[in-house]
């Protein structure tokens, strides 16, 4: 099998709570996990006992006005007026901001599941309208307990997003951990090809599994990002590939599970090894 170099790391970023704003970071940690303090926390919905996400964005857009960060003390959670709470006392908080009653939880539980609303309904009936979302589990790719939606790491390429129109500070919309600047000449959606082949980064060795389904988030607000009905409507347009079972979808973005852990650092050699499975077009 040969290794082909394919791009080097540009930006690495971890997101504490599911569906808030996260961190950059100049270094992350792997395990089998996934990215260490990824994920690790949730708001779950007192009536429904789904996990909160924008997914469902008439119910949860408010998520993505707070951030979550690490620090010595622990997560702390950023509301959109400026307050500072350790997430173990956010929830009262949050419930406030959302308009809806959550607690805090700390481990995903068995079959989790969260509302996905199709991005088409969102883009052409409006955020605010009472769409019937469809019901998922969460994380069915990783062990554990993080709250990620499918595999424990999530990868984009520069190539994509310039594709899009995206800037590298935009990579947010797609909430990735790590944004990889490929060289000239790499197609748009290349990452799609990568599917069943190694990833190494550094050190670390990822499997990558499939082509990451976009919703409606990308085009909400992230913080003091305006909306952009651009981000998902080109991905609608221009790569609609297979995705696993889930079938024939919008994607942007790869997910991958952690073969070998370790340290990723900000400028990292990104190298292709193995046969890929190029996703279906």
């Known amino acids: 099998m040969t290794t082909v170099p394919s791009g080097r790391v540009a930006a690495l970023r971890r997101y504490p709570v599911k569906s808030m ?3 950059e970071c100049a270094r992350l940690e792997l395990g089998p996990l996934g990215v260490a303090g990824d994920r ?7 009536e429904t006992g789904r996990v909160a996400t924008a997914k469902n964005p008439r119910l949860w857009r408010r998520l993505l006005h707070c951030a979550a960060n690490s620090g010595d003390s622990g997560v702390v959670v950023t509301l959109p007026d400026g307050r500072a709470i350790p997430v ?25 599941t969260v509302e996905r609303s199709d991005p088409v309904d969102i883009l052409t009936h409006g955020i605010d309208t009472d769409i019937e979302a469809e019901i998922l589990e969460i994380a069915q790719g990783t062990p554990g307990g993080a709250f990620v939606d499918h595999s ?17 500070a935009e990579a947010v919309r797609y909430r990735p951990n790590v944004v990889i600047e490929t060289p000239s000449g790499f197609r748009p959606f290349g990452e ?3 599917v069943g082949a190694t990833v190494h980064i550094g050190g670390v ?5 499939l082509p990451t389904p976009r919703c409606s988030v990308p085009t909400l607000e992230h913080g003091s990002l305006p909306r952009s009905a651009h981000a998902v409507r080109y991905t609608l347009e221009h790569n609609r590939v297979q995705a696993g079972e889930f079938g ?17 650092g900000i400028g990292d050699e990104v190298r292709i090894r193995g046969d890929a499975v190029p996703a279906d077009r």
């Open 21 to 23: 704003l996260g961190e």
């Open 40 to 46: 690790r926390f949730a708001y779950v919905d007192d």
């Open 88 to 112: 173990g006392q956010s929830a009262d908080a949050v419930s406030d901001v959302v308009g809806r009653r959550v607690h805090l939880a700390d481990e995903r539980s068995a079959g989790a």
């Open 152 to 168: 424990p790491v999530h990868l984009i390429t520069t190539a994509t997003l310039d594709a899009i129109g995206l800037d590298l």
């Open 192 to 194: 799609n090809d990568w």
């Open 205 to 209: 060795e990822l499997r990558a599994t």
């Open 248 to 264: 024939v979808l919008p994607c942007a973005g790869l997910y991958a599970e952690v073969v070998t852990g370790g340290t990723l």
